[in-house]
């Protein structure tokens, strides 16, 4: 008897089938192998790691579209993007128990530029690059960019309060300021995500309603998806907990520094669901679920994710800020932002974006 992943007639992977996807997850094992059997080095664990993440993070993003088609296009789409950042969540965590919070920094600077501009200016190409134009609801759009913006704000206000109390000579502990500001910020964060989500699940559902797809029905029941997505939480943070322990040393041999690796390496670990998905919608012209996809990841790193890692990392006691030292994280964000209200504006997108 057949099970849903492997069903023929209507599968999961598309043409490619289950198998194709079933070969990636090699890494998966190859980790830990090579971890406590053969004691490769660092550089080999880290590198595995991060592979078997990215193919955790796919069957993460088929899952939550399988999950999707059962619960519908608007929440399906906060679906994919809430468990579509888990394993990212996962290893800033464990990159943050590390003590390596300038890292962390970076990967969430990271996340927001990968899903906001690699992301979809993937899909913008591949989506347009055989049609003339595609479009989307000027009014979704609209609001997540409002919401982008607002939560860029809110992640370079303890920068801009970390300049100015250090500019004044008055005040003596900046670093206690720090913390008890970017606390007060991460839970008001947290209640604007939830405010967030009353505004697109129910008062203005119809709003963030994505079209779903003609003639598509799940081929995975609702127990199978939700089988997956624990499976693949747990791999994947037993990968993160590798990757984490081997990312000073792996930098070492490589020659880059761990910030490197935390902007883009890690980053790019993370949000790999996102832009897999991001391009695959596109594909199939469903601008409106792309930009959910890309811009509303880029909103949850910086209205769920952050925060989280901020009253986590108290917990834990290595207390973590929302102040970024480093300017370069400040502009890339900014800029982000910026980019991404500008390809919006006009409700539609060709392949050359800035069309």
């Known amino acids: 008897m057949s099970t849903p992943i492997a069903s023929r007639n209507n599968n999961a ?10 070969a990636p997850l090699a890494f998966v094992f190859f980790t830990p192998i090579g971890e406590y ?15 078997a993440i990215a193919v955790l993070a796919e069957w993460i993003r088929v899952a939550t579209d399988q999950l999707s088609s059962h619960t519908g296009p608007a929440l399906g789409g906060l679906l994919t993007v809430s468990l579509g950042s888990l394993a ?3 290893l800033a965590l464990f990159v943050l128990a590390g003590g390596q919070v300038e890292v962390v920094h970076a990967q969430i600077t990271g996340s927001i530029a990968a899903t906001c501009l ?69 839970v008001v964060l947290l209640i604007l995500y939830s405010g967030n989500l009353v ?12 079209k779903a797809e003609p003639s598509t029905t799940p081929a995975w ?25 081997a990312l000073t040393e792996a930098a070492n041999s490589t020659g880059v520094t761990p910030l490197f690796l935390g902007v883009v390496v890690l980053a790019l670990v993370g949000t790999s669901s996102d832009i897999f998905a991001a ?11 792309v930009m959910t996809l890309c811009i509303g990841s880029a ?56 069309c």
């Open 299 to 354: 909103i949850q790193i910086a209205l769920v994710v952050a925060p989280l890692l901020v009253i986590f990392s108290w917990l834990i006691g290595k207390p973590m800020t929302l102040v970024f030292q480093n300017p370069v994280d400040l502009f890339s964000i900014a800029g982000t932002a910026f980019i991404v209200n500008s390809i919006t504006r006009d409700a539609e997108t060709t392949w050359f974006a800035c």
């Open 13 to 22: 992977f598309g043409k490619y089938g289950a198998m194709a996807r079933l």
């Open 37 to 51: 059997v053969f004691h490769l080095s660092p550089i080999w664990t880290f590198g595995s790691g991060v592979l």
């Open 118 to 186: 690699l992301g979809l200016g993937l899909a913008i190409v591949t989506g347009g690059f055989n049609r003339e134009r595609q479009s989307f609801a000027e009014a979704r759009a609209g609001l997540l960019s409002s919401m982008l913006v607002l939560s860029v704000i809110a992640l370079l206000l303890p920068a801009v309060f970390d300049y100015t109390g250090r500019s004044v000579r008055h005040i003596n502990n900046v670093s206690a300021s720090d913390e008890l500001l970017s606390l007060a910020v991460s």
């Open 221 to 245: 029941s609702v127990t199978a998806c939700l089988i997956v997505l624990l499976a693949c939480t747990g791999a994947a943070a037993l990968q993160s907990k590798f990757v984490s322990g």
């Open 279 to 289: 391009v695959w919608f596109a594909r199939r012209d469903r601008m409106g679920l």
């Open 88 to 90: 990212e969540l996962i």
């Open 199 to 210: 505004f697109t699940l129910i008062t203005h559902r119809n709003v963030f309603a994505t």
